[in-house]
């Protein structure tokens, strides 16, 4: 089992930046990809960026490409968000996911999820 805790979501005005953070614990995922989603009110859960355990795959949603960066350093067990030029329309909860094997935009593909933290961008 993993567990994933996310932190550093809050207010911020639009044109700022946040970077967010997840900790996972627990079982061992060394192929897993990891992933951010994000769901505003009223709306469905959807891609914002993930990344594969190595690395070599990274991919973003148009809606964020350029201005967020994911990382993660796999010997902390982490994978952190950037979040810059923020705009209000990125206004959501985010979430940390991770997937025993390769994943894609998909929230299907990904077994373990945070609980969320939220990101509020004022205009």
């Known amino acids: 089992q993993v567990q994933l805790v996310e932190s550093g979501g809050g207010l911020v005005q639009a044109g700022g930046s946040l970077r967010l953070s997840c900790a996972a614990s627990?079982?061992?995922?060394?192929?897993?990809?990891m992933g951010w989603f994000r769901q505003a009110p009223g709306k469905e859960r959807e891609f914002v960026a993930a990344?594969?355990?190595?690395?070599?795959?990274?991919n973003y949603a148009d809606s964020v490409r350029g201005r967020f960066t994911i990382s993660r350093d796999n010997a902390k067990n982490t994978v952190d968000l950037q979040m810059n030029s923020l705009k209000p329309e990125d206004t959501a909860v985010y979430y940390c996911?991770?997937?025993?094997?390769?994943?894609?935009?998909?929230?299907?593909?990904?077994?373990?999820w945070g609980q969320g933290t939220q990101v509020t961008v004022s205009s």
């Open positions: 627990g079982r061992a995922f060394s192929s897993a990809t």
């Open positions: 996911a991770a997937a025993r094997t390769n994943a894609g935009i998909s929230s299907a593909q990904y077994q373990y």
């Open positions: 990344r594969s355990w190595s690395g070599g795959i990274t």
